[in-house]
């Protein structure tokens, strides 16, 4: 098989994030529409990842978390965001970057994204290894993380959807 010397995967992966970040944005900036939520799936201890001991604690692998009604201050940077949660009535800010993002769904629309761990979310010792494959586009996010709300949460679809990967239309 060839070398691929342009770095497809790289490629498709940093696109998707841009949807990723335009669409945080877009909440930041104006909130969210209609009934659109966003359950985020992220690696707690990635590099850039700032959470408190408390959480870590409790979500030492990944976490996820929900941006639907309770949230506040969203700020979206190039390469991160940042957000405030309550977890257990306990107001947290955390930072979170995008290469330390393994999934993304909104499910009012059943549209979701799905990133293998990019180089700088992966741990020091495994900064030598090859690149990534592309990211994927899902339809189920993995269990959200317990926080205060006042209106319960969208449930992920319980239907087996199909978890389309972009290197299936890629040349063998």
């Not at 497809?8 to 940093?14: E, P």
């Not at 994204?113 to 990534?132: G, T, W």
């Amino acid at each position: 098989m060839a070398t691929d010397h342009i770095r497809y995967d790289v490629l498709a992966r940093d696109a998707l994030r841009g949807v990723l970040r335009k669409v945080l944005s877009d909440a930041a900036a104006h909130g969210l529409p209609g009934e659109h939520h966003f359950f985020i799936t992220f690696i707690s201890t990635a590099e850039g990842v700032k959470l408190s001991p408390r959480l870590l604690a409790q979500y030492p692998d990944e976490m996820t978390v929900i941006l639907q009604h309770q949230f506040w201050d969203l700020v979206v940077h190039e390469d991160r965001f940042e957000v405030g949660l309550s977890f257990g009535g306990i107001p947290e800010r955390l930072v979170v970057p995008f290469s330390a993002i393994k999934s993304f769904f909104d499910p009012s629309v059943q549209f979701g994204l799905q990133f293998e761990p990019s180089d700088s979310a992966e741990s020091p010792s495994a900064k030598n290894l090859p690149a990534a494959p592309a990211p994927s586009a899902v339809a189920t996010p993995t269990e959200a993380a317990p926080e205060e709300q006042t209106e319960e949460p969208a449930k992920p679809p319980s239907d087996g959807a199909e978890v389309v990967r972009l290197d299936r239309f890629r040349k063998k």
